[in-house]
């Protein structure tokens, strides 16, 4: 996954001093991509999460500010499974790959 390099367009005007890119961390194993974004005091219903055209937008408002993200997300991510959960100003989004995506383990045979 790679960052975009513009920020994702709000559906409020805004200034470039009320908004910021949160932090993130993006992790790779061999199920999934997961993405940490630190959103303090964004509540659920002031967040948004979307994936279209193989872009991950993250969005969320709180008091007048603005976080927001975008990142390139490779093919053979199973799209329909995407999970995202906002605990203690954290976001975690859960991007399984596609079985074709994972590790298959192949059999060793003797003889």
Same mark, same amino acid.
């Given at each position: 996954? #790679?960052?975009?390099?513009?920020?994702?367009?709000?559906?409020?005007?805004?200034?470039? =001093?009320?908004?910021?890119?949160? =932090?993130?961390?993006?992790?790779?194993?061999?199920?999934?991509?997961?993405?940490?974004?630190?959103?303090?005091?964004?509540? $659920?219903? =002031?967040? /948004?999460? #979307?994936?279209?055209?193989?872009?991950? /937008?993250?969005?969320?408002?709180?008091?007048?500010?603005?976080? /927001?993200?975008?990142?390139?997300?490779?093919?053979?991510?199973? =799209?329909?499974?995407?999970?995202?959960?906002?605990?203690?100003?954290?976001?975690?989004?859960?991007?399984? $790959?596609?079985?074709?995506?994972?590790? /298959?383990?192949?059999?060793?045979?003797?003889?």
């Amino acid at each position: 996954m #790679t960052e975009t390099t513009n920020p994702a367009p709000s559906e409020t005007a805004c200034t470039p =001093a009320s908004w910021s890119a949160p =932090a993130v961390d993006i992790y790779e194993n061999d199920q999934e991509f997961l993405v940490r974004a630190d959103i303090p005091g964004v509540q $659920k219903d =002031a967040m /948004r999460v #979307t994936l279209a055209g193989g872009e991950l /937008r993250i969005f969320g408002t709180t008091h007048g500010h603005e976080y /927001r993200r975008r990142f390139d997300v490779p093919e053979g991510i199973d =799209a329909d499974t995407i999970e995202a959960g906002l605990e203690h100003g954290v976001l975690t989004v859960h991007l399984p $790959k596609t079985p074709e995506q994972q590790p /298959r383990q192949i059999p060793v045979t003797v003889g």
